[in-house]
């Protein structure tokens, strides 16, 4: 069944460490995104790609990286964790190119926890 | 610049009354809409879409929306609210051009009455 997964669902972790989150997707998507929500708050636009070695800062400035070796997959790695990334953190995907293929398909998230 | 409102950020409404969620945009065409429902620890769910004809859409689970143009709303309506459709509500609004990114409202919470 093609879909969008998401791992870890939660994690607890301490400040200093390197975290990858990891997003992986079976619908034959070139685009995939991954947003930020904070609790009672929209989503934000971290990172976005277009397919293959592509990846793009989104609207919200954040200190973790991205990269898009194969297409179904989209990990977004932070190299130092502090207590400000808590948040969530949703992974999407969509088809590459016209509108009526604009709609974008979001995986479960992972709740971050930073101590 | 593209924008999001959803006035309400909580509603409560009993289970078998209507429901309607209110969303305004700002954009300078016309956009494509979209309404997206989230479960407690959950992603998002799409539950209708809007990119040209018929102004009035019918999505899943019961759920239909309308465009007005006039006065930039796509409000989502629910002639009978369940249980079930307790949730998060997040209205988005995408660009008809370049990376057709979304913006998304701050959500509005729907609590149901039993």
């Known amino acids: 069944e093609a879909d969008i997964y998401q791992t870890p669902r939660y994690l607890v972790i301490g400040t200093g460490k390197k975290i990858t989150l990891e997003c992986s997707q079976t619908m034959g998507h070139d685009k995939m995104y991954w947003y930020q929500q904070d609790p009672g708050m929209e989503l934000h636009l971290i990172h976005y790609?277009?397919?293959?070695?592509?990846?793009e800062k989104g609207d919200l400035s954040s200190e973790s990286t991205v990269s898009r070796i194969r297409t179904e997959h989209f990990p977004l790695t932070l190299e130092s964790a502090r207590p400000s990334h808590t948040s969530q953190y949703l992974c999407?995907?969509?088809?590459?190119?016209?509108?009526?293929?604009?709609?974008?398909?979001f995986g479960p998230g992972t709740r971050l926890t930073v101590l | 610049a593209q924008s999001v409102t959803q006035p309400d950020i909580h509603i409560t409404v009993s289970e078998g009354a209507s429901l309607e969620l209110r969303c305004n945009y700002s954009y300078g065409a016309t956009p494509y809409l979209f309404w997206y429902v989230q479960s407690p620890g959950q992603g998002l769910q799409l539950l209708l879409k809007y990119f040209s004809g018929d102004t009035l859409v019918q999505g899943i689970k019961g759920f239909e929306a309308e465009f007005k143009r006039s006065q930039s709303s796509f409000n989502l309506r629910k002639p009978s609210v369940h249980w079930s459709d307790a949730a998060e509500y997040f209205c988005a609004v995408a660009a008809t051009s370049g990376t057709y990114k979304y913006i998304f409202g701050t959500g509005t919470r729907l609590k149901v009455l039993a």
């Open positions: 999407a995907s969509s088809e590459l190119t016209g509108v009526l293929n604009n709609e974008q398909f």
């Open positions: 790609s277009y397919g293959v070695n592509s990846t």
